[in-house]
Structure formats: C-alpha cells, structure tokens
C-alpha cells in the first residue's frame, strides 16, 4: 500500500508540471541488460579479464599508451548494440510528446533514449552511436567501430585513430552541453531523479542548481540526496516510471 501511495504522489506531481526535466544515470540503462561497469560484479569482471579496472581502462591516458587494450575492452564490454528501450526510456518519450517533459539529461552513452523516441536529449558524457578520426575529424558510425573489434579502428581517408565520442576518465564535460544542462534544471518545476546514486561528479552537482518547486528520486538504493528530496521512491525506475503514468 504505501509504494501505491508513493507512485499516486508521483503521478499527480507529473499531471500538475509542464514543465519537468529527468535526469538518470546507469541504473536507467541496467533495465535494458546493459550492466554498470561500475557495480562490484562489473569491477570483478573487468580486472580478472584485462588486469586492470574500467575507470583505468577508460580514461585518456590509458586511451593514450595502451590503445590496443583500450578498444578491446571498449569495443567488447561497452557496447550493446542489441540492447533495446525499457519502460523508463519509453514512458520519457511519452511525457515528451506530452509537452511536459524539458530534457532527459543523462549520463549514458547507449542512445537509448533517441531509441525510445525523446528528442532533446543530453548526453553528458557521449555516445558509443558516435566516433571520429582523431586526425582530420571525419564521423563515423557504431557499424564502423563494430567492423574493427578485433584491432584499433583507424580512418579509411587518413588512417588516423578513430575513438569513441564519449567523456573518458581525466577528461572535461562538453560545455556546451553543461550549460545547457544547468539551464533545464535551474528552470524545471519538477526535477526527476532516476537510476543513479549520484557519486559521479561533475555530474552529480547538477542537482544543486535545482531551484524548483519538487525533488523526485527513484532509485533502488539510498543516495545523498534522499534528505533534500520532496519523494524518495526506491524501486525499479521503469516500473515506477510506467506506473506512474498510467493515469495520464
């Protein structure tokens, strides 16, 4: 009864905004099978294959002097190709097509949420759907990284390296991005928290620009944030999110 009384809440905070952002982390993509490199399992897995940590692995530096280990694990452990919308990425699209729904504002780089439909999407830290040659800039498809998985992809025009455009471990946020980001929230009425336990910085800071009227989290585990939130829901956020929306 009382998670009832929690989605109910949700849901009317949902009909009464025009005028909400989402912002959602990894736990917004293990829905879709994709697994947090960051959990203990996915820590485990990482170092016992390669010897190394994926924070390692994927941070400029390690990108830099050992490339050939880089792209194995990025190529192999990083992309899902496969993997498919879930309830949350789905019920994001349709607040979108609402009207009510800003922004998604993400920390993944699945492409997931264009996949479901939403169109203003913020990917703070990337995408693996994009990737360009180091050297002349040239864009390039998934589909091209996947034809090089065994070796280091490099451009057909300059035989530059082609790497992922995603933000590796050393290296700054798009600030275009950022800012763009900070402007939703600082603007939204109703914030939604999804899927993520908010430790990774910068981007975890951008809830503290959040000056509107409702703090939503959803999210399996407790975060740092519980206490500042108007409704804390700890569940699965795709059957909250689904829920939720069932009575709009």
Not at 13 to 32: H, K, P, R
Not at 52 to 80: C, Q, V
Not at 219 to 232: E, H, I
């Amino acid at each position: 009864m009382e998670q009832q009384k929690l989605i109910a809440e949700l849901s009317s905070l949902i009909a009464g905004s025009d005028n909400i952002v989402f912002f959602g982390g990894a736990g917004v993509s293990t829905e879709s099978n994709i697994p947090d490199f960051r959990s203990e399992q996915g820590l485990y897995n990482a170092t016992s294959k390669y010897g190394y940590a994926p924070e390692t692995m994927l941070s400029h530096s390690f990108f830099l002097d050992h490339p050939k280990e880089f792209f194995e694990y990025h190529l192999n452990e990083m992309i899902f190709e496969h993997a498919k919308p879930n309830d949350a990425h789905i019920a994001l699209a349709r607040l979108e097509q609402l009207g009510k729904l800003k922004a998604v504002i993400t920390q993944n780089i699945d492409g997931l949420h264009q996949a479901a439909g939403s169109k203003n999407v913020l990917e703070l830290h990337g995408s693996v759907l994009r990737n360009y040659c180091l050297n002349c800039g040239a864009r390039y498809a998934l589909d091209f990284m996947l034809e090089h998985r065994r070796q280091i992809p490099h451009c057909p025009d300059c035989g530059g390296v082609v790497r992922p455009d995603v933000v590796l471990y050393e290296e700054g946020l798009d600030d275009r991005v950022l800012r763009a980001a900070v402007k939703y929230i600082s603007e939204a009425e109703l914030l939604i928290v999804g899927g993520t336990s908010l430790v990774v910085y910068p981007a975890a800071g951008l809830i503290d620009y959040f000056r509107g009227r409702h703090l939503v989290l959803i999210n399996k585990g407790a975060t740092s944030y519980d206490g500042r939130a108007g409704l804390v829901i700890r569940d699965s956020i795709g059957k909250t999110l689904a829920a939720a929306l069932k009575s709009i």
